[in-house]
Nanobody, 115 residues
Framework: QVQLVESGGGLVQAGGSLRLSCAAS????????MGWYRQAPGKQRELVAG???????NYADSVKGRFTISRDNAKNTVYLQMNSLKPEDTAVYYC?????????WGQGTQVTVSS
């Protein structure tokens, strides 16, 4: 049974930075593409960034140049470095496979950016 556990969220002022982590149990992590997703109040969940098993990355236009996704296959962990945060980045952030698999949604981690 694979579990994905997000951490690292918090309250930060606009312009600040946070680093999110997603620890995965199970051996399938290293052979799968992973993604960071977010859901703001009243909005649909959206893909923010993705990374293949080889380390190729892609980003939503809204975060390009500010967020960096990375992974450490030896640690079964994927990261999201978020810089120059904006109030519109406020959301619950989740990690999942890419494409996502519904049964693996975790609790997420709340990111709140104050203006």
């Amino acid at each position: 049974q694979v579990q994905l556990v997000e951490s690292g969220g918090g309250l930060v002022q606009a312009g600040g930075s946070l680093r999110l982590s997603c620890a995965a149990s199970g051996s399938i992590f290293s052979i799968n593409s992973m993604g960071w997703y977010r859901q703001a109040p009243g909005k649909q969940r959206e893909l923010v960034a993705g990374i293949t098993r080889r380390g190729e990355t892609n980003y939503a236009d809204s975060v390009k140049g500010r967020f960096t996704i990375s992974r450490d296959n030896a640690k079964n962990t994927v990261y999201l470095q978020m810089n120059s945060l904006k109030p519109e980045d406020t959301a619950v952030y989740y990690c999942n496979f890419l494409p996502y698999q519904g049964r693996y949604w975790g609790q997420g981690t709340q990111v709140t950016v104050s203006s």
